[in-house]
């Protein structure tokens, strides 16, 4: 894609375009998140762009592949089973929150969206896909980098810990190499695709990195991870493995696993963290990146009594939040 095309008429480019529908979709879930319906109106937001409704509504469609009207409405119903899930809210209020303008009316969308009524899913809350938040704007997407590229200056903290048991909800790839590669892989697979795995993931209660599952966000909880597995890929690291995206949750955890996923249980062990703090994603990304891999090539296990593990089935888990922390969660044992 050649960022630098103009649009017909001199508009502007491809590049812009992505941006500020990102800052739609970012507005969109703040304002669904405060229960401010108004404030997203298509007039609202085509006069923040500064085009037409119709326009705008094309241009979303086109960049995200569906009605900004569809869009919006799947949001706010994937943060209203949050609350029918978590909360001891009315049907009602909740309904009226979110814009809805009766109880029957959220109740008509909901069963058409998910295939249960709300108080149902209450009684008997199980994995459905919910609307994630799209990002059609992405600096690496587009090919550019950082813009200033700003080196960190952050040292990279490493430290042991001892993980308690927890269960791993997955699902995995023998071949990919990278978090791009093993998506567009698994979009290959019918009902592996990013959008369905991730919506799945989000509707789980109890995810043990989740923040609170209403942040605008709404990815909470899930992470990559990369299993050691003799039948898998070799890696840059030196070794074969099988690269995972999924949640983990407690070990007494009893729900309904998806038929396209894979449970794994996973034993109390002990685990090296290399952890970067928040940095400037479009400023930094890519020498953060840097820091943390020669931080775990050079680190000298020497004296520390413990040494990497390569033992099959032991799991690499990798949290990516710029806004918190750029961390690998490697599997150790004592030498």
């Known amino acids: 894609m050649n960022i630098e095309r103009l649009e017909r008429g001199g508009e502007r480019t491809v590049y812009e375009w992505h941006r500020q529908i990102q800052t739609i979709v970012d507005d969109m879930d703040q304002s669904i998140k405060q229960h401010n319906s108004e404030a997203i109106t298509l007039q609202s937001l085509a006069d923040k762009l500064g085009y037409s409704e119709f326009h705008t509504t094309r241009k979303f469609k086109e960049i995200s592949g569906m009605q900004l009207r569809d869009y919006l409405r799947h949001r706010k119903l994937a943060f209203a089973l949050k609350e029918v899930r978590d909360s001891g809210k009315s049907i009602l209020d909740i309904a009226l929150d979110y814009g809805f303008s009766s109880h029957e009316a959220f109740t008509r969308a909901f069963k058409v969206t998910y295939g249960v009524a709300p108080s149902e899913y209450r009684r008997h809350p199980y994995p459905v896909v919910l609307r994630t938040k799209i990002n059609p704007f992405d600096r690496y997407f587009f090919g550019l980098g950082e813009v200033g590229m700003i080196k960190s200056t952050e040292e990279v903290k490493i430290y042991f810990v001892t993980i308690p048991a927890h269960k791993f909800l997955h699902i995995k790839n023998y071949e990919s190499n990278g978090y791009w590669d093993f998506w567009q892989k698994q979009s290959l697979i019918p009902g592996q695709d990013c959008e369905t795995i991730s919506g799945l993931l989000d509707s789980i209660k109890g995810k043990l990195d989740d923040d609170g599952g209403s942040d605008t966000n709404s990815g909470n909880g899930q992470i990559m991870a990369y299993m050691n597995d003799p ?30 996923m894979l449970m794994a249980d996973v034993p109390e062990a002990e685990y090296i963290v290399f952890e970067h703090g928040p940095f400037d994603y479009e400023q930094e990304n890519r020498s953060v990146e840097e820091r943390m891999e020669q931080a775990m090539a050079t680190f000298d296990y020497t004296g520390t009594g413990y040494c990497f593990d390569l033992t099959p089935g032991r799991i690499i888990y990798f949290y990516f939040n710029p806004d918190r922390y750029f961390k690998y969660v490697r599997p150790v044992r004592k030498s």
Not at 237 to 260: D, I, K, S
């Open 231 to 260: 039948d898998g890929r070799l890696c840059d690291w030196g070794f074969p493995r099988t690269e995972c995206y999924g949640v983990r949750l407690p070990y007494e955890y009893e729900g309904e696993v998806p038929a396209q």
